[in-house]
């Protein structure tokens, strides 16, 4: 059974934006604050911004002030919006739930 499910990812240019989507399901939604994570070439994986049952929010230092986390309860779905997007934002993003749910991740390419 597929728990996290994320879309949305792309190319993009520089100054760009996009906006990605995690389905989960809805166990997991209802139980676990969520999160994104992205995992560039050659480096460790960076939290990006938490969002919790409460919709109190984190943000990690990479994207601070770029990004926005936002969740629809409706549809069990968070959402990551990224503006101003950098060459050096190109990673594969992940959802994350529970320190144990991983979607199977989106790929951003910030490239002109």
């Known amino acids: 059974q597929v728990q996290l499910v994320e879309s949305g990812g792309g190319l993009v240019q520089p100054g760009g934006s996009l906006k990605l989507s995690c389905a989960a399901a809805r166990d997991i939604y209802n139980t676990y604050a969520m999160s994104w994570y992205r995992q560039a070439p050659g480096k460790e994986r960076e939290l990006v911004a938490e969002i919790t049952k409460t919709d109190s929010t984190y943000y990690g230092p990479a994207m601070k002030g770029r990004v926005t986390i936002s969740r629809n309860s409706g549809e069990s779905t968070i959402y990551l919006q990224m503006n101003s997007l950098k060459v050096e934002d190109t990673a594969v993003y992940y959802c994350?739930?529970?320190?144990?749910?991983w979607g199977q991740g989106t790929q951003v390419t910030v490239s002109s």
């Open positions: 994350h739930a529970g320190k144990v749910y």
